[in-house]
C-alpha cells in the first residue's frame, strides 16, 4: 500500500515534469519567434533589393535567443546573405551604387572592381564577386568620420586595448589604444587578434574574418546607408596583387570618393588613422 510520503513524492515529481516540460516548451516557442523576426525581414529585405523572392534558409541551429541579445548588444546583426552573383552587368533593383571606379563622381580614382574580379586581374577572381550564402554576423556601427571614434564600442575596444598593451599590435600613434584605426590587415590576422574577437563574439577563431567587399557594398546598399557617408576607409578580407614586393589588400568607403562604391588597395602591412575595420563571423 502507497504512504503518504511516496504518495508526496508522486506529485511532486509530476510537477517537476510539468514545470519541466513548460520550460522546453516556452524555450522553443522563444526559438520560434526569434526565428521568425529574424528570417521574414531577411526575404523582403532581399526581394526588394533583387527583385525577386529569395530562399532564406532556417537560422543555424548554434544560435539561441541569449546568444542572439548578446550579440544585439554589442551592435551586431544576423544577416543572410543570398548565393547571388553580383557582376557588373547585373541589375538589381536595390544596387545603386555598385563597386568600383566607374561608379564614382570622379571615374579615375581608386581600382575598377568589378572589371577586375570578372577578368580575374590582381589576384581577384568571380568568385570574389558571389555572395556566400551564408548568415553572417556583422558589426552595424556607423562608420566614423576621420579623427572620429566607433561608437558604443565597449567589448571590442577593451579587446584592442589589452591587445595593445601586450605588444601583440603597435600601440595607437596618438595613445588612443581601444581605437580601431591605425591597425594593419596583418595585424588583424594575428592569430592572437583572432582569437581574442572570436572570445568577444562568443565564436570559433575560424569563423572571423573581416568583410569581402562586395559584402560590405551589398550590406551598405541593403540594410546601412551611413557607410556611404563618411571620408574614412575600411580593411576588406580581400587581397589584391599588384606585384610589389609587400603584400596588398582592399580597403574602402572614403564619402570624398564615391562612399560605397570607392574601393582602393593599401599595404597589407600599412597603419593609417583613416583606415578601420569592422568583424564579421560567418554562422553555422
Same mark, same amino acid.
Given at each position: 500500500?502507497?504512504?503518504?510520503?511516496?504518495?508526496?513524492?508522486?506529485?511532486?515529481?509530476?510537477?517537476?515534469?510539468?514545470?519541466?516540460?513548460?520550460?522546453?516548451?516556452?524555450?522553443?516557442?522563444?526559438?520560434?519567434? +526569434?526565428?521568425? $523576426? %529574424?528570417?521574414?525581414?531577411?526575404?523582403? !529585405? *532581399? @526581394?526588394?533589393?533583387?527583385?525577386?523572392?529569395?530562399?532564406? #534558409?532556417? +537560422?543555424?541551429? $548554434? %544560435?539561441?535567443?541569449?546568444?542572439?541579445? !548578446? *550579440? @544585439?548588444?554589442?551592435?551586431?546583426?544576423?544577416?543572410?546573405? #543570398?548565393?547571388?552573383?553580383? $557582376?557588373?552587368?547585373?541589375?538589381?533593383?536595390?544596387?545603386?551604387?555598385?563597386?568600383?571606379?566607374?561608379?564614382?563622381?570622379?571615374?579615375?580614382?581608386?581600382? $575598377?572592381?568589378?572589371?577586375?574580379?570578372?577578368?580575374?586581374?590582381?589576384?581577384?577572381?568571380?568568385?570574389?564577386?558571389?555572395?556566400?550564402?551564408?548568415?553572417?554576423?556583422?558589426?552595424?556601427?556607423?562608420?566614423?568620420?576621420?579623427?572620429?571614434?566607433?561608437?558604443?564600442?565597449?567589448?571590442?575596444?577593451?579587446?584592442?586595448?589589452?591587445?595593445?598593451?601586450?605588444?601583440?599590435?603597435?600601440?595607437?600613434?596618438?595613445?588612443?589604444?581601444?581605437?580601431?584605426?591605425?591597425?594593419?590587415?596583418?595585424?588583424?590576422?594575428?592569430?592572437?587578434?583572432?582569437?581574442?574577437?572570436?572570445?568577444?563574439?562568443?565564436?570559433?577563431?575560424?569563423?572571423?574574418?573581416?568583410?569581402?567587399?562586395?559584402?560590405?557594398?551589398?550590406?551598405?546598399?541593403?540594410?546601412?546607408?551611413?557607410?556611404?557617408?563618411?571620408?574614412?576607409?575600411?580593411?576588406?578580407?580581400?587581397?589584391?596583387?599588384?606585384?610589389?614586393?609587400?603584400?596588398?589588400?582592399?580597403?574602402?568607403?572614403?564619402?570624398?570618393?564615391?562612399?560605397?562604391?570607392?574601393?582602393?588597395?593599401?599595404?597589407?602591412?600599412?597603419?593609417?588613422?583613416?583606415?578601420?575595420?569592422?568583424?564579421?563571423?560567418?554562422?553555422?
Amino acid at each position: 500500500m502507497e504512504n503518504l510520503d511516496d504518495r508526496g513524492r508522486h506529485v511532486e515529481d509530476s510537477q517537476t515534469h510539468r514545470e519541466s516540460s513548460g520550460d522546453s516548451a516556452d524555450a522553443t516557442s522563444s526559438f520560434e519567434a +526569434l526565428k521568425t $523576426s %529574424i528570417m521574414e525581414p531577411e526575404r523582403m !529585405r *532581399w @526581394r526588394d533589393f533583387f527583385g525577386m523572392e529569395i530562399d532564406v #534558409p532556417p +537560422l543555424p541551429d $548554434s %544560435i539561441t535567443p541569449e546568444r542572439y541579445e !548578446r *550579440w @544585439r548588444h554589442q551592435k551586431f546583426e544576423l544577416h543572410y546573405l #543570398p548565393p547571388q552573383e553580383m $557582376s557588373g552587368d547585373k541589375q538589381y533593383p536595390g544596387w545603386e551604387k555598385k563597386p568600383g571606379n566607374e561608379y564614382t563622381p570622379d571615374g579615375d580614382k581608386g581600382i $575598377s572592381f568589378l572589371r577586375a574580379a570578372e577578368h580575374s586581374l590582381h589576384g581577384l577572381t568571380p568568385d570574389n564577386l558571389k555572395l556566400p550564402g551564408a548568415w553572417i554576423l556583422i558589426d552595424t556601427r556607423d562608420k566614423p568620420g576621420y579623427n572620429q571614434d566607433y561608437q558604443d564600442d565597449g567589448d571590442i575596444g577593451s579587446a584592442l586595448r589589452e591587445l595593445r598593451n601586450s605588444k601583440i599590435i603597435l600601440p595607437h600613434d596618438k595613445g588612443k589604444d581601444d581605437s580601431r584605426c591605425d591597425i594593419s590587415w596583418e595585424e588583424l590576422h594575428k592569430p592572437e587578434v583572432t582569437a581574442k574577437f572570436a572570445k568577444v563574439l562568443g565564436v570559433e577563431p575560424s569563423q572571423v574574418r573581416l568583410p569581402r567587399a562586395i559584402e560590405e557594398n551589398v550590406l551598405g546598399n541593403a540594410c546601412y546607408k551611413q557607410w556611404d557617408t563618411t571620408d574614412t576607409y575600411e580593411w576588406s578580407e580581400d587581397s589584391y596583387n599588384l606585384s610589389f614586393f609587400v603584400p596588398t589588400h582592399l580597403i574602402q568607403g572614403d564619402s570624398n570618393l564615391g562612399g560605397i562604391s570607392d574601393v582602393f588597395w593599401s599595404g597589407s602591412g600599412n597603419r593609417d588613422n583613416r583606415v578601420g575595420f569592422r568583424l564579421a563571423a560567418v554562422l553555422h
